[in-house]
């Protein structure tokens, strides 16, 4: 029943920003954990920042602190991923993801896929030098 779009990817030049969005129909975030995820081909899908809806905590992948920002719109059934300072191993397929329960977070496995039981279908971020 729950269904997340994932939307905001694009082509930019390593420095730009972008920000993307996921919606989600069907469910509304409460003590819960979410995340974005990246890929690209042949290699694994990796959670790269992570948000607890029930305490307010915000996990970021070494490759993006300081760079990448996830907030939440729990209101509307939104949340986003801003970046920052784009470089060109930036460029893969983002992916939004959510669960129902809290452990993800709450016990530090925000990064891996498993824990996340709603995916957005992936929007294209690729970034030129």
């Known amino acids: 029943q729950v269904h997340l779009v994932d939307s905001g990817g694009a082509s930019v030049q390593a420095g730009g920003s972008l920000r993307l969005s996921c919606s989600a129909s069907?469910?509304?975030?409460?003590?819960?954990?979410m995340a974005w995820f990246r890929q690209v081909a042949g290699k694994e899908r990796e959670g790269i920042v992570g948000?607890?809806?029930?305490?307010?905590?915000?996990f970021y992948a070494d490759s993006v602190k300081g760079r990448f920002t996830i907030s939440l719109d729990s209101a509307n059934n939104m949340f986003y991923l801003q970046m920052n300072n784009l470089k060109p191993e930036d460029t893969a397929m983002y992916y939004c993801a959510a669960s129902d329960g809290h452990g993800a977070c709450v016990y530090g496995r925000w990064s891996e896929s498993r824990s996340f039981t709603y995916w957005g279908q992936g929007t294209q971020v690729t970034v030129s030098s």
């Open positions: 069907g469910w509304t975030y409460g003590s819960n954990c």
């Open positions: 948000f607890y809806t029930g305490g307010g905590a915000r």
